[in-house]
């Protein structure tokens, strides 16, 4: 009876250990994001806005901001460029930043926005990948004015895990200008 427990034992060792060992794939925090809430924003320069409320916004004296999500560790960056007969050239310059991302991403998406009553035209660019913006945006009122912004996250570029994020954060940027007015 000893010897059939020993062999028992023995057998059991040799035919439980069958399959190669897989490792669990890493697991990511699952962040639970507020309820949009919008404030105006009248910044004193050429134009006005609608913010999150649960952000900051920093100015500066050229017309340029800093939209901070300090729970997401994220910023946009607002560039503000008076027109003077140079809109063609800005636009370039605006869209040349975007592409200069082409090398990492894995796609760039753009959407169309117009609202002819408030004369704010532009777009909105997804840019898919471990790149150093996700989101990218332009308008203009084809005269006088150009803003555009850049989604910036302080951790390395994982576009999987910072994906809930982005499209948290896009909204946020759709409703900037959409409420975007021209003074």
Wanted: glycine share 4%; hydrophobic share 35%.
């Amino acid at each position: 009876m000893k010897h059939l427990l020993i062999f028992a034992c023995i057998g059991l060792l040799l035919f439980s250990c069958g399959n190669d060992p897989i490792p669990k794939p890493k697991s990511y925090l699952k962040l639970e994001y507020p309820v949009n809430s919008y404030k105006k924003m009248d910044l004193q320069k050429a134009y006005s806005f609608e913010v999150s409320k649960y952000t900051q916004v920093n100015t500066r004296d050229n017309g340029w901001a800093k939209i901070e999500y300090p729970e997401l560790k994220a910023t946009i960056h607002i560039t503000y460029r008076p027109v003077d007969n140079n809109l063609n050239e800005i636009l370039k310059e605006v869209e040349k930043l975007t592409f200069e991302h082409t090398i990492k991403a894995d796609a760039i998406n753009s959407v169309p926005y117009e609202n002819f009553k408030k004369k704010v035209y532009g777009k909105l660019y997804n840019v898919e990948g471990d790149v150093a913006t996700n989101l990218q945006f332009r308008v203009t009122d084809s005269v006088n004015h150009v803003l555009s912004g850049a989604l910036y996250f302080y951790v390395k570029p994982n576009y999987d895990s910072i994906l809930p994020a982005i499209n948290y954060i896009e909204k946020d940027i759709k409703h900037l200008v959409e409420t975007l007015e021209w003074k």
